[in-house]
């Protein structure tokens, strides 16, 4: 008598006893498979008004019908595989711009049993919902390849890229064994993918350089971090304007003089000297974009193409007018602008 075994993503048949001779089968439809995605042995293949069943496995064997009786006959059969169902994909929006971030714990090729041979992964933008295979068969497709871990674990970050920023995507993932079985069609979340921002942060709000005299330089003792808070590489443009009310000081891209001050700055990791800053360094109201040269101490730290989440380190050389009309504190305003 027939004993049969299950396991989770197959099927086992054992045989007992003398030989299994025909199934009786009833009906006008007749299936033998677990769905349509994947054709090959082990599947009815029609004829005129009945069915077959091929063996294959061991010697050729087969059953065939005419019309009005249905049999099954004796003989071993390919039995199919299926990669296990993904159901805790999380997307969220990725660090740059139009990108997204997904995560999940691998299947298995067989249910939860072995490694998987690949994924497929399809995304659709809102409004078009991934919410069957054939919308999945359909999506656009992401070109990356990932490697699948072994069953239950997680699956390393993995991006998609060039995407429109600030527009909600769908994403499914299915995995694929070696022979081409794909699983069940994942859980399917949605998000947004980031959005294209030009944007500088500092560290600070102020700086005092404290009392000094006429026809002096100093450097700051502490630095100022610069960061990259966007989601672009950015070029920064400085500049510095005296802000006191009623001063005569003015900000010189030369030489102090009398009521001229200067103010430098450049990126590096160290505390540098005064004679490291150079006439590019001069900061001025108007501005000016961050070289290999300007702002630049020694061309291993720049303000020019900063990465998102990279940050500078910022020194400041102060250099007072070699006489002052006035007496007092004097106020000083850096900007830092975020350029493309």
Not at 108 to 133: C, H
Request: with cysteine; glycine share 10%.
């Amino acid at each position: 008598m027939p004993i049969f075994a299950r396991r989770a993503g197959w099927v086992a048949l054992f045989l007992c006893g003398s030989p299994l001779l025909a199934a009786g089968l009833t009906g006008t439809s007749h299936r033998i498979a677990r769905d349509a995605k994947t054709s090959g042995g082990g599947s009815k293949v029609s004829i005129s008004n009945g069915w077959r069943v091929v063996s294959s496995l061991g010697a050729p064997v087969q059953g065939e019908t005419a019309s009005g009786a249905h049999g099954l006959f004796g003989g071993p059969m390919r039995t199919f595989f299926f990669p296990g169902t993904i159901t805790d994909l999380a997307v969220t929006t990725g660090p740059a711009s139009g990108e997204l971030r997904l995560a999940w714990s691998a299947p298995g090729a067989d249910g939860r049993e072995g490694r998987a041979a690949l994924y497929k992964v399809r995304y659709s933008p809102f409004p078009a919902a991934i919410l069957t295979q054939s919308d999945f068969e359909t999506a656009l497709d992401s070109a990356n390849i990932v490697v699948p871990q072994l069953p239950n674990v997680a699956e390393p970050s993995f991006s998609i890229t060039g995407l429109i920023p600030g527009t909600t995507y769908f994403v499914a993932v299915e995995a694929r064994d070696a022979d081409g079985n794909q699983a069940e069609l994942s859980n399917v979340p949605s998000k947004w993918a980031q959005f294209s921002l030009l944007s500088v942060d500092i560290s600070s709000s102020s700086y005092d350089f404290g009392l000094f005299s006429q026809s002096t330089q100093t450097v700051s003792t502490s630095t100022i971090r610069v960061i990259n808070n966007g989601t672009l590489p950015s070029t920064w443009s400085l500049a510095a304007a005296t802000t006191t009310a009623g001063s005569p000081w003015v900000m010189t891209s030369g030489s102090p003089a009398p009521d001229r001050v200067s103010l430098s700055a450049g990126f590096h990791v160290n505390r540098p000297v005064p004679a490291q800053f150079g006439p590019e360094d001069r900061m001025v109201p108007q501005g000016q974009n961050s070289s290999a040269l300007a702002f630049s101490i020694d061309g291993t730290q720049t303000g020019a193409g900063v990465a998102p989440t990279a940050e500078r380190n910022l020194w400041m050389l102060l250099e007072t007018p070699t006489s002052s009309s006035v007496p007092g504190r004097q106020d000083f305003q850096i900007t830092v602008v975020a350029g493309p």
